[in-house]
C-alpha cells in the first residue's frame, strides 16, 4: 500500500514506522513473514537492522544476511527464500513499469533511467537516495513532472517512484 507521508498526522507516522509501513523502515512483506520464525530478541535486531537510517543499501543487505546466518538452519533455508521472492516480485514490478514506460517521452524515459541509476547506487542510505531523487523531480520542467506522476501516480513532493517503502525499482 502507498500512504502518503503529507497527509499523515506526526502519530500516525510513527505507527506506520513501527509497524513496517512507514518511509523506508518497512520490512518487506517476504521478510516480514520471517519473524515468527526468531524469537523475541532476535525480532528486535532484526527490526533494528531495518529501522537503521545510516546503514547504506548495501550494508542492510550484508547485516540481514549475516543476521540469518549467524541463526543457519532452517531459517537461513526460509530467508533465502523469501530473498528470491523479493526478487521475483521486483521482477515484475519492473517489467510492469517498463511497459508503462514504453510510450513516454524521451525526457521522462531519461528521468526514470536517471532514478534507476540513484536507486541501483547500494552505497547510498535511504536518505541519500531519497534526496538525490527529490532534487532530480524537482528540477524537471512541469510537464515531464505531469507524465512522471501519470505513470508513477505516488510521485512528487516524496519523489518519483518512491513508495515511501524504497521497494519499487525503475
Known sequence: MIFRVAAMSGQKQHQRHQ?????????????KELENELNEEQQKEFKAI???DSLSKEQRRQKIKEFFEKIG???????????????????EKRAKFEEKLKNSSEETKKHFSKVKEIKNDSSLTRA??????KALFDALPDKVKEEVKSIKPHCGPCGPGHDHHGRHQH
Open 128 to 133: 541519500q537516495t531519497h534526496e538525490k531523487i
Open 19 to 31: 509497524s513496517g509501513h512507514g518511509h523506508g523502515h518497512g520490512i518487506p512483506q517476504p521478510m
Open 73 to 91: 538452519g532452517e531459517t537461513l533455508a526460509k530467508y533465502n527464500n523469501a530473498k528470491e521472492k523479493m526478487e521475483s516480485l521486483r521482477s
Open 50 to 52: 531495518f529501522q537503521d
